[in-house]
Structures are given as structure tokens and as C-alpha cells.
């Protein structure tokens, strides 16, 4: 394998979810810059956005006149345990209105209020109803939106996987990537890069993300020098199937909740009582990820060992109004008629908190390199509030591809030195030649995948902790060998690159977990239960070293 062809660009977005394309179309709008996205996958099928169900945060106080800003602004920081950067949810809550009258303006439909309104809807630990929607399928109308302005706009696709970060100095000067078909290996030189990656919850082996969301975001800045925020914080959604076994960790939206679903018991008890008597089942969702897991481990699970999610209270036709795709799911994926039956779920790796530390502008702490979505850190604190995650995307893609279109008008493209591109070659083409005592990637994967679900999960310690490490550093050692080295779609060697990222991603998730000797939001030790006024401060990891800095407060 050699280098296949160099392309150059303006401003190159990495990833083509919700966050990418957003910033795709905004800095195209620029009639003298070239915009060019690439992604592992097409345009709307990348990234989880397309899985965010339950709905759009934002203050528009169409159903609940006494919503605000401020009170959106106060519900993002509490439910973030106080260690959210302030200036970024004040940034998040007063420009979410403006971005989905602007979805709207361009075709997404949402359902409306009798006035003819966006309807909102309540959701876990909001002070009122904020949450716009689209039944139970919010995100998947968003990205058809996005998708058809994408067709018609002016920037370039490129199918292929982002491999690493070509620098000049500390400023960024575009990527080398890998594209499977065909299995080439190319360069695109650009002014600025912007990271819109998504999560890496395909660290553990029971997740809502799609198989995408192998962290190579936060992988590639890491590598590159980038800091990283917050990457202690990983969100377990209350509510994945358990069964079958196929369908194990899909997310079962939280609008079954906001619609008036229950969590019981195998003894039928609504065990919410004992856990959040004042919100129920509508608690952050790190509160009511531990209840069930508290449930699950007393023993009062269901058959497939998870709890009951019951719609029984609720009329057939109002679920087939509200929640028409959880009907369909648990209907073909397992069998289970939700308007006659019980749901049973548990909770699932769902969302990466943390992520590159970037700026209001969006910039990351290397010059040129700019990052929106969930890559990024900072924003949502030590738990996410349900429907903040749609209006992070399109927020602070519209401002990363606003700012970096801003910096390649003043950029010149930079050099490349001729050793990175090697030493990345060698990365890419390594497990081809890997001799007969290296591990296939698959294996390699699997076995994280299990480390972290049984290690690093919803209940943390010490001793976990550091049995986690160390066989996360057993595996980095393993040299990953390619069997099946088919060159018209070379999948195993693109699953090499993913596999590289994902122990890097977990092994800085369980560096933050045991730097941080307490318990906040969706981070919970049992060897440091409470939640410590001297520990409101974040933690930054980076090659160098990892350290502690203040919260950002306004």
C-alpha cells in the first residue's frame, strides 16, 4: 500500500452526523471557500444523531409560558452536578431557539400544539415541558433535513476514515485517512479541520451507539496534543433492550417516560418511590440508570434481567401517536406488543460527556483544529440532560463551521513534513504484516468491550479500576494482525484503526475515573460515595499529563 492522492481543501469536516453536517452547510455558505466532509459512512448514516429519539431542547415556551433561558441554563447546570463550563451552556440554551425555528424554516417537521406551535414535551430533570419533538423519532427528522440541504449545497464528500492529524508545528494542516474500498491511503492538506466525530461508546459491550462510535475524535486530537475535559463522565441511558440478545443495548427513547411509562419490579413495585420520590421516573438520567442497576443486582429483575417498562396506563392509540417507532421496534425486534405489554429494559453506554476542551469559538487547544458534537467536552457537565444532545449539535456545529470558515479566509494551507506521513503509513499498513503472535482486531475489541462493562461501568472502585488499566495496557501491547486482507473492501483493517482508538478512548475514561476520588453525576465510586464541594473543578488529560483546573463559572 502507498499514498493513493492528496487532495486539498479550505476547511475539512470529520464526521457527517448532525454536528459535521451543520458545520459543513455553514461554512459553505461562504462563496470563496471549499468545503469538503468525510466520513466512515454516508451522510445521515454516520454518528447517533439519527437515534436521538426523544426531542430538542429549547426555551420556547410554546406549551409551559413560564420556561426561560435562564431556567433551561440553571436545569443544564444542576443536572450537570455544577461542573458544566458556564459559558458554553449560556451559549447552548440562547441559540437552541433560534436553530430549530431555523430546522423548521428548512422542512423538519415537529409535531404542534393546538395553536399550531412546536409542541414540547416534559423531560427528565426539566423544570418544565422544553423539549420539541417529532414523535419518538426527533433525530431521524433532523438528519432528513440536514441530508436534503447537504445535496444541495456545494460541499465535497469523501467516504474514508480519519486515521490521524497532520500538523505543522502546533497548527493543524489537515488528515490522513483510509477509505476501505479499495483499501487507500490518502492525505487531504487543509487550512482547518473541524472534529465532529460523535461518541465512543462502543467501548463497552452494551451500548445505544451505532458502530461508529468508536471515539476517533477524541483519539486523533489526543494523539495530536489536544486536551481532553471531562472524560470521567459517561452516561448510562436508563432504558436498552435486554432482549434478544441482537438487540441488547438499543435505545428505548426516554419519551416513553416523558409519555407517562413506569418503571416496576419483578414484585411490581414502582421502585422509583424509594430512589426519586419528587421526579419519579423523570430524575437525571444518572439517577434512574442506578436505581434499575440497584434492582437488577437485589434480584428483583425480570426474566431477561432487566426491570419492567410498562405503557399499560396508557391508551393504544395514544402510543400510536406518541411513540409510533418504540411500537414498531419491540414489535419486530422482539415480538413484544407495548400497547398489551410490558417492556423489559436495562441500562446502556449511551454518551460520552467529556471530550476535546474547546473554546466559545469552538477551537480546541491546537491552532486551526475546531471540533462540535459530542467529541467535544465541557458543555454538559457530569450528566446530560436529555434533549440537550440535539441542540448541542446543531448549535455549536453552526459556530465551529462559522469560526473555522472565518480562520481559513486568514490561513494559507501548511506544510506536511514527510515523516508523519510515514510513521502514519506504517500505522495503517502495521497489521499486515503482523506475525503469527498478534490478536485479529475483533478479538482484541470483544474483549475491551467486556473490561469496560464488568470494570468501568455504572458502579466504579479502585480495585476496578486499576484491574481495567492494566489489561487496557495488556491489549495496547498486542500487536492486532489482519487475516482477511481483501483489498476491494479491506473492513478488517479499517476495524484495526477503530480498535487503535478505542483502547486509547478507554484507557483516558479510567484515568479520569480513578483521578477523581468521588462521585458526581453519571460518575459514581462506592469507595468515594459522596459528592465533595472541593472536587467542583475539572479534570484535563493530555499526552503530557493530567491535571485539574476550575470550573468556568459566568
Not at 425480570?302 to 426491570?307: A, F, L, M, R
Not at 503509513?425 to 462493562?453: C, Y
Request: glycine share 10%.
Amino acid at each position: 500500500m502507498t499514498l493513493d492522492d492528496i487532495i486539498s481543501t479550505d476547511v475539512l469536516v470529520v464526521g457527517a452526523g448532525g454536528a459535521g453536517i451543520r458545520a459543513a452547510l455553514e461554512a459553505s455558505k461562504y462563496a470563496e471557500i471549499d468545503v469538503t466532509l468525510i466520513a466512515k459512512t454516508l451522510p445521515g448514516k454516520s454518528g447517533c444523531t439519527v437515534m436521538a429519539e426523544g426531542g430538542y431542547n429549547a426555551a420556547l415556551c410554546n406549551v409551559d409560558s413560564a420556561d426561560s433561558i435562564e431556567s433551561h441554563f440553571q436545569d443544564t447546570v444542576s443536572g450537570g452536578s455544577y461542573v458544566n463550563n458556564e459559558r458554553l451552556v449560556r451559549i447552548l440554551v440562547e441559540n437552541a431557539p433560534a436553530r430549530i425555528l431555523e430546522l423548521e424554516n428548512n422542512g423538519a417537521l415537529f409535531y404542534r400544539t393546538s395553536e399550531g406551535k412546536i409542541d414540547q414535551r416534559a423531560f427528565g430533570r426539566q423544570s418544565y415541558k422544553r423539549t420539541c419533538y417529532s414523535g419518538d423519532r426527533t433525530g431521524g427528522e433532523i438528519m432528513v433535513t440536514l441530508v436534503d440541504l447537504l445535496r444541495s449545497s456545494n460541499v465535497r464528500f469523501i467516504r474514508g476514515a480519519a486515521v490521524d492529524l497532520l500538523l505543522d508545528g502546533n497548527k493543524v494542516t489537515g488528515v490522513a485517512a483510509f477509505n476501505p474500498e479499495g483499501a487507500k491511503f490518502f492525505l487531504i492538506r487543509s487550512k482547518t479541520v473541524i472534529l465532529a466525530t460523535g461518541g465512543g461508546c462502543r467501548i463497552y459491550k452494551v451500548t445505544t451507539n451505532s458502530f461508529q462510535g468508536t471515539g476517533d475524535g477524541y483519539a486523533i486530537g489526543y494523539r495530536a496534543g489536544a486536551e481532553l475535559i471531562g472524560m470521567e463522565f459517561i452516561q448510562f441511558h436508563p432504558t436498552g433492550m435486554v432482549f434478544p440478545d441482537s438487540a441488547k443495548g438499543i435505545l428505548v427513547t426516554e419519551a416513553v417516560r416523558a409519555e407517562g411509562g413506569i418503571l416496576l419490579n419483578n414484585l411490581g413495585e414502582r421502585f422509583m418511590e424509594k430512589y426519586a420520590p419528587d421526579r419519579m421516573e423523570l430524575a437525571g438520567r444518572d439517577v434512574v440508570a442506578r436505581a434499575i442497576y440497584r434492582e437488577i443486582r437485589a434480584g428483583r429483575h425480570t426474566p431477561h434481567n432487566g426491570v419492567y417498562l410498562s405503557l399499560q396506563n396508557l391508551s393504544p392509540d395514544f402510543i400510536e401517536e406518541r411513540l409510533p417507532q418504540t411500537l414498531e421496534q419491540f414489535r419486530d425486534l422482539s415480538g413484544v406488543d407495548i400497547t398489551k405489554e410490558q417492556m423489559e429494559v436495562s441500562p446502556t453506554a449511551h454518551h460520552v460527556m467529556g471530550g476535546l476542551h474547546i473554546s466559545e469559538k469552538t477551537e480546541t487547544t491546537i491552532k486551526g483544529l475546531f471540533a462540535a458534537g459530542e467529541v467535544t467536552g465541557g458543555i454538559h457537565g457530569a450528566n446530560r440532560l436529555g434533549g440537550n444532545s440535539l441542540a448541542d449539535l446543531q448549535v455549536f456545529g453552526y459556530i465551529a463551521g462559522h469560526n473555522a470558515a472565518q480562520y481559513s479566509l486568514e490561513s494559507s494551507l501548511g506544510k506536511i513534513p514527510d515523516e508523519q506521513i510515514t510513521q502514519i503509513h506504517k500505522v495503517v499498513i502495521s497489521p499486515l504484516q503482523s506475525k503469527q503472535d498478534g490478536m485479529r482486531p475483533s478479538q482484541i475489541r470483544h474483549n475491551l468491550e467486556e473490561l469496560m462493562w464488568t470494570k468501568v461501568g455504572i458502579l466504579r472502585n479502585k480495585k476496578n479500576l486499576t484491574q481495567a488499566l492494566e489489561n487496557i495496557q495488556r491489549l495496547k501491547s498486542i500487536p492486532m494482525k489482519i487475516v482477511n486482507q481483501n483489498t476491494t473492501y479491506a473492513y478488517e483493517q479499517l476495524e484495526a484503526l477503530q480498535v487503535r482508538n478505542m483502547l486509547i478512548v478507554a484507557e483516558i475514561v479510567v484515568k479520569a475515573a480513578l483521578f477523581r476520588e468521588e462521585s458526581r453525576g453519571a460518575h459514581f465510586r462506592e469507595d468515594f460515595p459522596e459528592t465533595l464541594p472541593s472536587w467542583r473543578k475539572n479534570i484535563i488529560i493530555s499526552k503530557e499529563n493530567i491535571h485539574t483546573v476550575p470550573v468556568v463559572v459566568l
